[in-house]
């Protein structure tokens, strides 16, 4: 059923996309895999599509079509391709330098205005979530003295080895498919199912934890929502234990303008930040308490001088400076928060109307401005239950589907991303498409 349905998409989409796969059989001479990134190759499409440019909350593939699009380059985007006011602040920074090894005055402004939006003193900046990350696990290493951390079953958060472990059997074990892992980080790691409160205290009752590190809502596993009491439980238990808590805010920024933690109250000692916070540009930060601050400055002390392993020559860049600072002080205001999180309950009603008229045993989950469609009812709880409902044909199917009828979601489950200049007619179309994957489901099993 599903392979008919999805060789006649692939067989649709070479007649589509001459162009694209004229360059992708050019890009496969020169790039390994024929992508820059082989993330870029993990599409349902049967070859890469190439991109000519991105219009608002649209795209343009080098074919010349356009999609609607709910990727948003994986969230880099969220604020939409080609805002004038970003691009006049890297044009003008990239004609003075784009960066010096040395701070700018963009550097104090954007400081100020983390501080104010997020509730955390004081800030450094990083290339990637992934660099912030790291840095974050680091100095919650030295200012405990513990060796482990704990995270969520299912989480990602960057290319960190740290974070590498999964749940197997109820054991750390490490994920499948490491490339040249040589240590075995599931030695300095517990893992947590999200959401199971007991489950937290127990891997934090030995006191060897230095920090729990998680996504306030667990969004790269398929979109797993907290319940309610659980991230009460997780700061108290953090707290009584002298763990740290660090929450990663890299795609739970969707959800308002001071991200999850701001819209719901959350106590973090750390927190870290990439993607669209430069607006496309390659930036991250990470905030500290005041008194996390002072505790680092004592562990400092005891290091002593030396290499930190901390950092990278371009963080902090003064691109990446301009860039946040357009971004904070103009792009992600509240009104362009408004539009998001009201297209998104638009795309939610929507989603959760053709599942009720079909009688689909699906799930329609959002945090903000960010959806995730599932197909299993009721949304799963934690990761467990969620990599059972990932049905990868049927993944596959429907995503090629979509890009067939010009609609693009984020191409490793079913994330779907709304910008501030997603218009109701695109998200419209998007639940037209949803709607006529189902019906072409229910065709080819009659």
């Known amino acids: 059923m599903l392979r008919a ?3 006649a998409e692939q067989a649709r989409f070479a007649t589509d996309h001459p162009r694209s796969l004229e360059l992708a059989s050019q890009a496969r001479a020169v790039w390994r895999g024929g992508v820059p990134l082989h993330w870029m190759g993990d599409w349902a499409s049967p070859s890469p599509i190439f991109a000519d440019r991105g219009e608002g909350a649209r795209l343009i593939d080098a074919d010349g079509r356009a999609y609607d699009d709910f990727c948003l380059g994986d969230t880099p985007a969220m604020f939409g391709y080609g805002d004038e006011r970003v ?11 784009t960066g010096f090894m040395l701070p700018t005055a963009d550097a104090v402004v954007v400081g100020r205005l983390l501080a104010e939006r997020f509730g955390l003193p004081l800030w450094q900046a990083a290339t990637t979530a992934t660099d912030a990350n790291r840095a974050a ?3 919650a290493r030295a ?3 513990r060796d482990k951390i704990a995270v969520f079953d299912g989480c990602y958060h960057g290319a960190v080895d740290d974070t590498f472990v999964t749940l197997a059997s109820g054991a750390p074990a490490m994920k499948a ?7 075995d980080v599931a030695a300095f790691a517990k893992v947590v199912p999200f959401n199971d409160v007991d489950a937290l205290a127990a891997a934090l009752a030995d006191g060897d934890v230095a920090a729990v ?8 596993c398929g979109m797993i929502l907290p319940e309610p009491g659980f991230h009460a439980a997780l700061r108290r238990l953090t707290r009584e234990a002298g763990a740290l808590l660090i929450i990663d805010e890299t795609h739970t920024l969707s959800a308002g303008p001071g991200g ?11 927190l870290t930040l990439g993607k669209a916070v430069g607006g496309g540009v390659p930036a991250a930060v990470w905030g500290v308490t005041a008194d996390l601050a002072r505790r680092m400055d004592e562990a400092e002390a005891r290091i002593g001088p030396g290499y930190s392993g901390i950092g990278t020559t371009l963080s902090g860049n003064a691109l990446a400076m301009a860039a946040m600072r357009v971004m904070l002080e103009e792009v992600m205001s509240p009104a362009a928060y408004a539009r998001m999180l009201d297209g998104a309950e638009r795309l939610v009603a929507g989603l959760r109307a053709v599942i009720g008229r079909r009688g689909l045993a699906w799930s329609a989950v959002h945090a903000g401005a960010r959806v995730e469609l599932v197909f299993a009812a009721p949304a799963p709880r934690d990761a467990e239950q969620m990599r059972k409902a990932l049905d990868h044909d049927l993944l596959a199917a429907f995503h090629l589907w979509l890009i067939n009828r010009g609609v693009l979601i984020a191409p490793f489950h079913n994330m779907m991303l709304i910008s501030p200049m997603t218009e109701d007619a695109q998200i419209d179309r998007l639940i037209a498409a949803v709607d006529g994957f189902a ?8």
């Open 5 to 7: 349905l999805l060789a």
């Open 143 to 145: 200012v405990t003295g």
């Open 260 to 270: 999850y933690t701001r819209a719901h109250g959350l106590e973090p000692d750390m």
């Open 177 to 183: 498919g490491l490339v040249g892992q040589v240590h």
């Open 439 to 446: 019906g072409a489901l229910e065709g080819a099993a009659a």
């Open 213 to 220: 590190l998680a996504e306030p809502v667990m969004t790269n």
């Open 137 to 139: 696990i680091r100095w």
């Open 87 to 97: 691009a006049e602040a890297l044009g003008r920074q990239a004609r003075r330098g």
